[in-house]
């Protein structure tokens, strides 16, 4: 069966430092990757999403960035946090090209200090 | 105007109740139609999806769709308090790589 994994799964981070938060998915090959953002009352905002190895695509313009290294490895990286960049970051898979049946890691909880 | 709407709640109703939480959209594309349970400070977990319109059952779960209306619905059978959860409601158009969320119902089912 298919398992995600995301770490860390909570961290506080000074105003300024870097980041780097990392996904991988198990018992797939070749899957759509998602990073997410999810601030109280606000719902799911779509951070980054990779249909393959080096393919990403940015939603939202900000100091976030994200890598796909490998096949099922997706990480999302900031050189330099700020304030704002504090909420419930998820990462997400799916292996179907219609989006239908997409999954959800436990997700990671980001102070910025 | 957002592309799937969804009531914040939060919707209390006591133990055993039945139910209904509800979307709506606005793209006629849309035609996978999603519900997540979340937990709090936990990841939504796909509870159920169906494709196009009619009812999908699962347990004490119903999903309902009318796409002439525009119209999501996700139907619990005797509620029970581990029920409590935020639900999210979720529609993808054919080929496209992302589905479009709603903001979540906070439900809370008390003993």
């Known amino acids: 069966s298919q398992t995600i994994h995301q770490w860390p799964a909570t961290l506080v981070q000074p105003v300024g430092s870097p980041l780097s938060l990392e996904c991988t998915v198990e018992g797939t090959s070749n899957p759509n990757l998602y990073w997410y953002r999810q601030a109280a009352g606000r719902g799911l905002q779509l951070l980054f999403y990779?249909?393959?190895?080096?393919?990403i695509s940015s939603e939202v313009p900000q100091n976030l960035s994200a890598s796909r290294p490998q096949d099922r490895q997706f990480i999302l990286s900031s050189k330099k946090l700020l304030l704002s960049d504090s909420g419930f970051y998820l990462c997400a898979w799916t292996a179907d090209v219609s989006g239908n049946t997409i999954y959800f890691g436990e997700g990671s909880w980001l102070t910025v200090v | 105007q957002k592309e799937v709407e969804q009531d914040p709640g939060p919707l209390s109703v006591p133990e055993g109740a039945i139910v209904s939480l509800n979307c709506t959209y606005s793209n006629s594309a849309f035609q996978y139609f999603m519900w997540y349970r979340q937990y709090s400070r936990k990841g939504p977990e796909l509870l159920m999806y169906?494709?196009?319109?009619g009812n999908k059952e699962d347990g004490r779960f119903t999903a309902q769709v009318d796409k002439s209306s525009k119209y999501i619905s996700l139907f619990i059978r005797d509620s029970q308090p581990s029920d409590s959860a935020t639900y999210l409601c979720a529609a993808a158009s054919g080929g496209s790589y992302i589905p479009t969320f709603g903001r979540g119902t906070s439900l809370i089912v008390h003993p």
């Open positions: 169906t494709y196009s319109s």
């Open positions: 990779s249909v393959g190895i080096g393919q």
